[in-house]
């Protein structure tokens, strides 16, 4: 089996070695041909020429598996590092992590896999039905979907307007503003229950 290592540390006071030590030893024990070694000092938070080079030689399909020292260094978070290892399993990649005892073909592998793969997909369904309701929400308060609602300056104005007199009618066509949106900021209705007034031009 042919396999890539991918190795990185955070800093440069950090060594490479103890990692690629351990994944050597790993892939002596599976009897693995290690094909590269991607390795790089950087921090998660900035871009990894190293990790997305080996990402994409995966793809490829020039390696039968990769190995690295940590789950961690597949991904910046938890999200993207599950993502990751799905994507790398539907490919027939198989996923090795030397600090967690990780393998996607053994029966712990597997559980594992699953587990965060559930997680991934009960994270994605909250995400889009919070989506949903934020957007049904803002469309009930006659926010137009696709655009921002008004800043707490212009929200100011619409209630400076309303002060002196004018209708919400008056000051939906004096602003350019839904009807629905200048009488929610008038009377304080929905989204604009608690707009800031008081904020800078």
């Known amino acids: 089996m042919k396999v890539c290592l991918y190795i990185r540390v955070s800093t440069t006071k ?7 030590t ?4 790993l892939c002596e024990y599976k009897e693995f041909e290690i ?6 000092k950087i921090s998660s938070s900035k871009e990894r020429p190293e990790y997305l080079q080996c ?4 793809r490829s399909g020039l390696y039968d598996g990769v190995v690295v020292f940590r789950l961690d260094r597949l991904g910046r978070t938890a999200r993207e590092m599950s993502f990751t290892v799905e994507e790398l399993e539907r490919r027939g990649i198989r996923v090795l992590s030397v600090n967690e005892n990780f393998d996607t073909t053994t029966i712990m592998g597997k559980a594992m896999r699953e587990i965060m793969f559930i997680l991934n997909q009960m994270e994605r369904d909250n995400i889009g039905e919070a989506t949903k309701q934020r957007l049904q929400s803002l469309k009930a308060d006659g926010v137009r979907l696709g655009q ?4 707490a300056f212009q929200v100011k104005k619409v209630r400076e307007l309303a002060a002196q007199g004018l209708s919400c009618r008056k000051i939906a066509k004096n602003m350019q503003l839904s009807k629905t949106v200048a009488y929610n900021i008038v ?3 929905g989204y604009y229950s608690d707009t800031i007034e008081n904020a800078k031009k």
């Open 187 to 189: 009377h304080r209705k």
């Open 22 to 25: 351990a994944c050597r030893r």
């Open 14 to 20: 950090q060594e490479l070695e103890h990692q690629e």
């Open 148 to 151: 921002k609602p008004l800043s």
């Open 55 to 58: 990402i994409k030689d995966l």
């Open 35 to 40: 094909a590269k070694v991607y390795s790089e």
